[in-house]
């Protein structure tokens, strides 16, 4: 028998909190899809990208996490069943993408952008979904896997999490 992330895999949602229908479409998506294939959904717990994803992630049965920024458990969305109150800011980031064994970003600014940064320094598989292009002269590119539609998201963030290899 199998340890509980074995068998159901941490795969984090990142985006903005100001998002655009179409990317709150596809982070219900998101979530939906990752609640099917048995997986825990871990995100930032708060609106836009976040809430759309856990809101599919509970319309399809799954269990959603929260890393949040401030003191409460109040500023969680209401479709977050573990609510972890770090009172970090924005350097709760770090334990989303460290707890995470991929991360599918939709869309988002420069928090999403500093998760990527984060994920790529850290060698978690980021799949990206209508966000983030990043080039730097003389360098290849970064390992951004691009998706499509929300199930080729998912499908390559299952596929890359088992192969992430991690040293602490």
């Known amino acids: ?7 159901s895999p941490l795969i984090a949602v990142i985006g903005g909190a100001e998002a655009s229908p179409e990317e709150m479409a596809m982070a219900a998506a998101v979530g939906r899809e990752l609640a099917r294939r048995g997986a ?5 717990g ?3 990208v976040m809430e759309a994803a856990c809101r599919g992630a509970k319309s399809a049965g799954g269990l959603t996490v ?9 500023e969680a969305n209401p479709y977050v069943d573990i609510p972890i109150v770090t009172g970090m800011g924005e350097a709760r980031n770090v334990i989303i993408i ?5 991360v599918i970003a939709i869309g ?24 983030w292009e990043l080039a730097r002269p003389g360098h290849p590119p970064p ?7 929300p199930e080729e998201a998912v499908d390559l963030a299952l ?3 088992w192969g992430v290899l991690r040293i602490p």
């Not at 028998?1 to 068998?7: K, N, S």
């Not at 825990?40 to 930032?44: A, S, V």
């Not at 929260?66 to 109040?74: C, E, I, N």
């Open 143 to 149: 390992p951004i896997h691009r998706a499509q539609t």
């Open 98 to 102: 460290r707890t995470a064994r991929a």
């Open 1 to 7: 028998m199998g340890t509980f992330e074995q068998e």
């Open 46 to 48: 708060r609106g836009g």
């Open 66 to 74: 929260g890393v949040l920024p401030g003191t409460t458990r109040a």
């Open 159 to 161: 596929s890359l999490a």
């Open 108 to 131: 988002g600014s420069y928090g999403t952008l500093s998760e990527i940064a984060y994920a790529l320094h850290y060698g978690v598989p980021v799949i990206g979904l209508g966000t």
């Open 40 to 44: 825990i959904l871990i995100c930032g």
